[in-house]
């Protein structure tokens, strides 16, 4: 009997240290939002990023976890003098995963395709200062401007500025080829996603060989899973409420960031009396914004004074210009004509932070004796009557696009509001190349909004990450959707 | 029996057309725009305009509706709007989980249900009628979400047993069914409750007939007048709640879907709803109606099965 037991203890011990080695290579990550389709270049739901951005595919540029904007498929780029002309170097030997090389005609076909007029690139307006793409040479791209613009190797680094290539660019949304570090194993649609490491990659191999993304969207099944440790990290984990139990038990690590997203109370700046800035203002004193992120998002949260993410190194705390100061507020109100106050709606969008955050604020609202109709609205209703045909007083969301300031030039955008001055300081932006200049401007743009109390900053909205102990990497913050599986090891 | 069946399946294509016409024109007059969903906040109206042509929604409402139809009865039922696959394969891979996820379900709550509403009836008064009844009313008053989330607390949190949801698929036909015990327990609970106390009721009426009076006199004990008697004739309203249960099975696991997080049929809509994939809504909707008008098919045609009299009606 002793020795096929021993042989049976041995056989044990090697499939337990098999499977430790293969729990050492591979994680399971929870998200709570499943992509419609894996495509980056078609489409804006920011889950597509969480999952192919930087691991399937890849562009000329590429963001850090600070925001900081990095080479990647581009090794190096001269700019001309006049700052129109941007000569980009590709890098050597960089296949898709289909075996294809990549090479100008590539990053040509990508751009041509995302300004084309049939375009579904959900961010058309990263490539519109774009006058022409050129192959100069098997992996020389130039790119032409019409003017001058700082931003461009920033808007080179989104997912939707992604390289594709003509081959499989039409099928990417189901069947993706980048040129990234790993591929699309598997998609059982609802629930998982698994992406496995290219044995062709051409950079260096990642330490991760396989990893699941798991859709929860539910917070207590989020919970649940990651107490019963059926997935090694949550990324952007739904139930803030929840945290300090997590930060409470050994077995996990809790990370806390900043998104993009700058959480506001919109307003309709055209709408009477909304249309008068001292109405406007009246609602930002009105505004306790620690009640507010307490109660949203149980104390997560950075307060902003203007539309602007708080880590970027060019932001300027404005909080002060919108202090909390109910006795101010109601004077402006009655300078403005409404001693009494005055009725408006409030439309909220789905997520928890909209629906419980409206709740306190229409109460704070109701103290300087601003009443508001709070109406409930599902996402694709928000987008119909709030989004696109204006129909509201009120709204609270998250602008989640990194650096997205450049929304208070359009004229057609959902605020109303419309400000020459505004306008003539982002299109200097725009020509200006020179960092210390470009901060300046920046400054002035964030007051200027902040001053023109265009909308009721709040909050940018927190990142909050659990994750088991010992996997390393993570992002922190998310200065894009991004989980850059290349970065995670576990100890 | 055929004119029987004849009628029936008559009445069924009638109510489906009325029902495909019903979900058409609520989602026409639904508020909310699939392209715009798709392209979020910065998109430039020419880019949503775009998708709208390529995804076929310029087209006039007649138009859409009588190609849905058409497509219908060629079994093609278009793309996704979100997934870009089509609609028939999303909810076959659904319908894989959902359908046993209902049968599970619906096979425990009856193993449990037809005992234990046997026995009490059997035993009226007694104190085996008694703890059907009290654990009865227990598991009826239970929202079966919570009692799915105590379950997750215990099995998968404490104990470890089970994995807190999701749905590893049907390439291990063992683990696939150890994923959709819990979820099935949780579903069976109240059905079960609620079909014991069916059976019971409609047992001890029955055993009130004439007809087993008449048996008992001619010499059967209880329990044979029971079985051979009374079980048969008792079963007709057990027979409807168990398909109006499978209905509700297939369609009404949503929550319990969503605490498991399993990719099953009742996420999907919820899912495409938010989204408004309406090709998918729209598809569901409809394969919904029809799964519940042939289960109500079914079901009539086993009344006739059970009770020769509707036969000749």
């Known amino acids: 009997m002793r020795p ?75 700019i001309s003098d006049d700052g129109r002309t941007y000569v980009f170097k590709l890098r050597e030997g960089v296949t898709f995963s ?17 300004v084309a007029p049939d375009s579904q690139n959900a961010q058309k307006g990263l490539f519109a200062q774009i006058e022409k793409v050129e192959a100069t040479g098997p992996l020389e791209v130039t790119i032409t401007l019409k003017q001058p613009q700082g931003s461009f190797l920033f808007n080179m680094a989104w997912g939707d500025a992604s390289i594709v290539a003509p081959e499989s660019a039409a099928t990417n949304a189901t069947n993706p080829v980048g040129t990234g570090p790993y591929v699309l194993k598997d998609w059982i649609k609802g629930d998982r996603i698994i992406l496995t490491a290219r044995d062709d990659f051409w950079g260096e191999k990642p330490a991760i060989t396989e990893a699941t993304f798991q859709f929860i969207s539910d917070p207590t099944a989020a919970f649940a899973a990651m107490m019963a440790e059926d997935i090694d990290a949550f990324i952007g984990y739904p139930a803030p409420e929840n945290i300090p139990q997590f930060q409470a038990d050994p077995r996990f690590q809790v990370l806390i960031g900043n998104t993009e997203g700058e959480t506001i109370l919109a307003i309709n700046n055209r709408q009477p009396p909304l249309d008068d800035v001292r109405v406007r203002e009246a609602i930002a004193h009105a505004i306790d914004r620690k009640a507010v992120i307490e109660g949203a998002y149980y104390g997560y949260g950075t307060p902003i004074g203007t539309h602007f993410a708080p880590h970027n190194p060019a932001y300027v705390d404005l909080t002060h210009l919108s202090a909390y100061d109910p006795e101010r507020s109601r004077q402006l109100l009655a300078e403005a004509g409404y ?150 090891s576990w100890e | 029996m055929l004119r029987y069946s004849l009628t029936r399946l008559a009445s069924l294509t009638a109510s489906l057309l009325v ?24 998109a430039d109206p020419e880019t949503v305009a775009a998708l709208r042509r390529a995804l076929g929604l310029d087209a006039p409402a007649p138009v859409r509706y009588l190609d849905w139809l058409g497509g219908m009865l060629r079994g093609e039922f278009g793309l996704s709007y979100t997934y870009k696959v089509p609609v028939a394969e999303l909810i076959a891979d659904r319908l894989w989980i959902s359908l046993p996820l209902a049968l599970y379900a619906l096979a425990l709550s009856t193993l449990i249900a037809f005992p234990a509403g046997i026995v009490a009836a059997a035993r009226r008064g007694g104190p085996a009628d008694l703890a059907v009844m009290g654990t009865t009313q227990l598991g009826i008053a239970i929202p079966n979400f919570w009692f799915a989330m105590i379950l997750v607390l215990i099995f998968a949190i404490k104990l470890r047993l089970f994995s807190a949801g999701g749905f590893p698929g049907w390439g291990d036909p063992l683990a696939a069914m150890k994923a959709l015990t819990l979820p099935a327990i949780a579903l069976a609970l109240p059905q079960a409750s609620i079909l014991a106390r069916i059976m019971r009721s409609s047992l001890i009426e029955t055993l009130q007939e004439d007809y087993i009076r008449t048996a008992r006199a001619k010499g059967l ?73 042939l289960v109500t098919f079914a079901v009539d045609l086993a009344y006739a099965a059970v009770d020769p009299r509707l036969r000749r009606r």
């Open chain 1, 98 to 114: 289909d075996g294809t090389t990549l090479d100008a005609g590539d990053v040509v076909f990508s751009f041509t395709r995302a």
């Open chain 2, 221 to 293: 004990t209880p329990a044979q007048a029971l079985w051979r008697h009374a079980l048969r004739n008792a079963l007709i309203p057990v027979l409807t709640i168990i398909g109006m249960q499978f209905s509700f099975l297939i369609a009404g696991a949503i929550i319990i879907e969503n605490v498991f997080f399993l990719p099953g049929l009742g996420r999907l809509v919820f899912q495409a709803i938010t989204q408004r994939d309406l090709m998918v809504v729209k598809n569901v909707a409809m394969l919904l109606v029809l799964a519940i008008t």
């Open chain 1, 339 to 488: 001693p009494q106050g005055f009725t408006t709606t409030l439309k909220l969008p789905p997520p928890s932070y909209a629906r419980r955050g409206g709740e306190i604020i229409a109460a704070q609202l109701a103290a300087v004796g601003i009443k508001v109709e709070i109406t409930n609205l599902e996402w694709a209703q928000w987008l119909d009557e709030v989004f696109k045909q204006r129909n509201y007083g009120l709204t609270i969301v998250s602008h989640t696009e990194p650096f997205d300031i450049g929304i208070y030039g359009r004229t057609d955008y959902y605020f109303n509001y419309d400000s020459p001055e505004f306008r003539a300081i982002m299109a200097e932006l725009d020509a200006t190349s020179d960092p210390e200049k470009r901060k300046a401007l920046l400054a002035r743009a964030q007051e200027h909004i902040a001053r023109d109390y265009v909308n009721a900053y709040l909050f940018q909205l927190p990142l909050l990450t659990v994750a088991r102990k010992g996997l390393k990497g993570l992002w922190a913050n998310a200065p894009a959707a991004a989980t850059i599986l290349a970065e995670l």
């Open chain 2, 19 to 42: 029902a495909s016409l019903v979900i058409f024109l609520v989602l026409e007059v639904v508020p909310g725009d699939p392209a715009a969903f798709m392209l979020g906040l910065e």
């Open chain 1, 4 to 78: 096929p037991l021993r042989a049976m203890v041995l056989a044990g011990a090697l499939a337990l240290t098999a499977g430790m080695a293969n729990a050492q290579s591979s994680v399971r990550i929870g998200m709570q939002l499943e992509p419609p389709g894996l495509d980056p270049t078609a489409g804006a739901a920011q889950a597509i990023d969480s999952v192919v951005y930087g691991n399937i595919f890849q562009g000329l540029t590429r963001f850090t976890e600070t925001g900081a904007v990095v080479p990647a498929l581009a090794e190096s780029w001269t």
